[in-house]
């Protein structure tokens, strides 16, 4: 019913800066909020950020003032921009949509790896 699928995951260095985008496909009209969760290696997945319909965004506490997440127009487009980034932010970062009904959909993953 919805497909979601990421990209630009990949390495980069502590301090630097990477994007991160999610496109959603099938009923993306059935969608209330978009947003980004992460599973560190060793942790189970936590909420990175999330922004409604009505433009209503949360950050967690880890990212905020680093990340910033939104979406385009059309909104099917989800993107998140990572900045400032720490070694601790390696994770896989999952898109994930959630419909008006309260149903879940997630990407595939994609991964992150701060490192020098």
């Known amino acids: 019913q919805v497909q979601l699928a990421e990209s630009g995951g990949g390495l980069v260095q502590p301090g630097g800066s990477l994007n991160l985008s999610c496109v959603a496909s099938?009923?993306?009209?059935?969608?209330?909020?978009m947003g980004w969760d992460r599973q560190i290696p060793g942790k189970s997945r936590e909420m990175v950020a999330r922004?409604?319909?009505?433009?209503?965004?949360a950050y967690a506490n880890a990212v905020k003032g680093r990340f910033s997440v939104s979406v385009n127009d059309a909104g099917d487009t989800v993107t998140l921009q990572m900045g400032s980034l720490k070694s601790e932010d390696t994770a896989v970062y999952y898109c994930?949509?959630?419909?008006?009904?309260?149903?879940?959909?997630w990407g595939q993953g994609t991964q992150v790896t701060v490192s020098s």
């Open positions: 994930r949509g959630e419909t008006y009904g309260g149903s879940v959909y």
């Open positions: 099938g009923r993306t009209a059935a969608i209330g909020t």
């Open positions: 922004i409604t319909t009505d433009d209503r965004i």
